[in-house]
C-alpha cells in the first residue's frame, strides 16, 4: 500500500489521535483508473510538507445513492466510512471534473449523505481544478460546500491546468509549471487550518 494514500478503511497509516500531524482527506470526483484529478492529488500526497498527510479517497462508488431512508442509526457502510474519514481529518482538498457542465453524480451523492450529518460543517477545504474549461462544475460544486457550511478556502481553490497533458502525480510534483499553483493551494488551506489550531 503507497504511504498516505487513504485506501479502503480509516486510519490505516498513522495514529489518528497524534495532533502534531495535521490530515488532509483529498476527495477524487473520478472513479477512472487513469483520472487526471486523481494524478492532481497524488502530486499533492508527494508536495505536502513535513507535518502533513494527505490521504485520497477515491472510493465514491462505496456510498449507495442517497436515499434518507437508509440513513438510519447505522448507515451503509461505505457511508460510515466516509463521515469517519471526514471527521478525523483537519482539512479537505477536492479534484473533480465536469461531466455535461455539472458536478459527477458520485461526488454529489457523496455530499448528500454528508448534508445532515455534519462532519463537513466549518472544515477548510481547497477546491482544486485539473481544467481551465471546467468552470460550471466548479462553481456548482463550491456554491453547494459553502450551502453546507463548509469553510471553502479562496486561495486555496486554485487552478492547475493538466488539459489533456496526461501526467503522473511524479510528473506534476516535479513540474516547474504545474507544481507551484498545488503548492499555494496546499499551503493556503493548511494555513486556513492553523488560524484555528496553531
Ligand atoms: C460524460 C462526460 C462528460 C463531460 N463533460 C464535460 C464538460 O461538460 N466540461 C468539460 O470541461 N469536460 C467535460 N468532460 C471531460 C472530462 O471532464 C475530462 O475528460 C476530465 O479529464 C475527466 O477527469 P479525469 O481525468 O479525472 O477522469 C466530460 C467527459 C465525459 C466522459
Not at 9 to 26: E, K, Y
Not at 106 to 111: F, G, Q
Request: one cysteine or more.
Amino acid at each position: 500500500m503507497q504511504v498516505g494514500i487513504f485506501e479502503a478503511t480509516v486510519g490505516l497509516t498513522t495514529d489518528m489521535h497524534d495532533r502534531s500531524i495535521l490530515r488532509v482527506l483529498a476527495i477524487c470526483g473520478s472513479l477512472r483508473a487513469g483520472s487526471s484529478n486523481r494524478a492532481l492529488l497524488d502530486a499533492a500526497t508527494l508536495l505536502a510538507p513535513v507535518g502533513v498527510e494527505v490521504s485520497i479517497y477515491q472510493q465514491l462508488d462505496r456510498l449507495p445513492a442517497f436515499n434518507p431512508d437508509l440513513d438510519t442509526e447505522v448507515p451503509p457502510r461505505g457511508v460510515a466510512e466516509f463521515r469517519s474519514a471526514l471527521y478525523n481529518c483537519d482539512a479537505v482538498l477536492i479534484s473533480s471534473p465536469e461531466y455535461a457542465h455539472g458536478v459527477p453524480g458520485v461526488l454529489k451523492n457523496t455530499l448528500d449523505w454528508v448534508v445532515g450529518s455534519g462532519e463537513f460543517i466549518d472544515k477548510p477545504v481547497a477546491v482544486v481544478n485539473a481544467s481551465t474549461r471546467a468552470t460550471h462544475a466548479w462553481k456548482s460544486l463550491t456554491e453547494t460546500l459553502t450551502v453546507m457550511s463548509v469553510r471553502v478556502i479562496d486561495d486555496a481553490s486554485v487552478t492547475v491546468p493538466l488539459d489533456g497533458k496526461r501526467l503522473d502525480g511524479s510528473e506534476i510534483a516535479a513540474n516547474a509549471d504545474l507544481a507551484p499553483a498545488l503548492m499555494t493551494a496546499m499551503k493556503q488551506l493548511i494555513g486556513a487550518v492553523r488560524v484555528r489550531r496553531p
